[in-house]
């Protein structure tokens, strides 16, 4: 029993991180932020893009790969909806999430 201690403690600790996202929430929303055309176009077609395979039993990094396209597709949402072109950019405010998925799949 006393390996599984580990896990009461990260319970602990996942109640205390949703404590300060709870705090932070309302304090940080949208960030702005300037985009390539290329991968602000790519964005662009991850959102219009149509997934008619259903999703069926997948590995945990099959469901990371579904999971950070999807958030590629929120991106391109966000451009579509509220997308400011500049030339070469475009500048758009994205929800703090959008951009820590961006950073994480960027490490």
Do not use: C, H, K, N
């Amino acid at each position: 029993m006393e390996d599984r201690e580990q896990y009461v403690r990260y319970q602990r600790d996942r109640t205390v991180l949703a404590s300060i996202g709870a705090y932070l929430d309302p304090q940080v929303s949208r960030i702005s932020v300037r985009l390539r055309r290329s991968v602000a176009e790519s964005a662009v077609a991850a959102w219009d893009r149509e997934e008619l395979d259903g999703i069926g039993e997948e590995s945990r990094e099959e469901f990371e790969l579904r999971d950070d396209a999807a958030e590629l597709a929120l991106i391109g949402l966000a451009i579509t909806s509220r997308g400011m072109w500049d030339g070469e950019e475009v500048a758009v405010d994205l929800d703090v999430v959008q951009i820590a998925a961006a950073l994480r799949a960027a490490r």
